[in-house]
């Protein structure tokens, strides 16, 4: 909509707001006449009601929360209090002719719609300087946008606050993984039934990240640990005792880095190593040919004969 639709939208409330007010002054200052007040009184007396409904209004537009609730609910209270008292202008004639007088028959009617009239003045005082109150401390949160933020300088801009890391602040503290030994691994050979395969080919446990971790500077030195770093053999010495009654199935790579607490890398090396040494051990046993017991040839009946020659001859010699 237009500013100018806006303008003329806003000129025929006002007309139709003051026509209102027109129609309910007669009505409202004729009903102050019979409850008693003066001519001045009664005058004003339609400004304490229908100026209150005003400004309750203005309060319902400005105010948030609690208070445009109080605000609302004095607006639609006034509103009532008005339309009752204008319905009751209609309803007796006597009324216009001004002067004090009942507004009804009833006793019970006539006293409720005197202090009803009798207190919208009071309750005008005490709810307008409430509502003007609450109008006057209201301050509205700002609201900021996109072009505001981006003609603030940098120094208006709050600093942002430290990113969380998404991977682990320190690496494992054992060093970069050692060369393997330089004990060769024997070739693979056929391995027992039931047991799982060894070397390269094993897949990855779960301890492997399947993605690479980055590099996060240099650790440090109270996250450093106090343990001395071991070589190669030291901690291939340490494996082969921590591994020696273990079976195969078991010597995977997360146990021995449980036991002897390394890396995974080192682990790996390791897990190989013992698997190739103990293929080693194994194959002269199973490559061995069984011996079986050969019995004593029984010599014949010629061969007994030659003996007996042979017996004579050294005799006679």
Known sequence: MSRRAKFWMVAALLAVVGMAFRVSWNALKDVASAIGADPTASTVYPLVVDGLMALALIAVLVLIGDDRRFALRVLVGYTAASLVLNYVHGLVPTLHTGGRMRLADWAPAHWALVLLASSLPVGSIYFGSDLVAKVLHHRPEPVENHQTTVNRSGSDLPEPGPAEPEWPLYESADPAPAPAPTTPPAEPTEAPAGAAPAGPSRKPTGAASARPRRSTGTVPAAARTTRPTRTAEELLTEARSATADWPDTELTADRIREAVRTSSAKARVLRDTLHAE??????????????????????ATGDTTAETVDSSEEKAS
């Open 278 to 299: 103990r293929t080693d051990q194994a194959a002269p046993e199973t490559e061995r040919p069984t011996l079986h017991a050969v019995p004593a040839p029984t010599p």
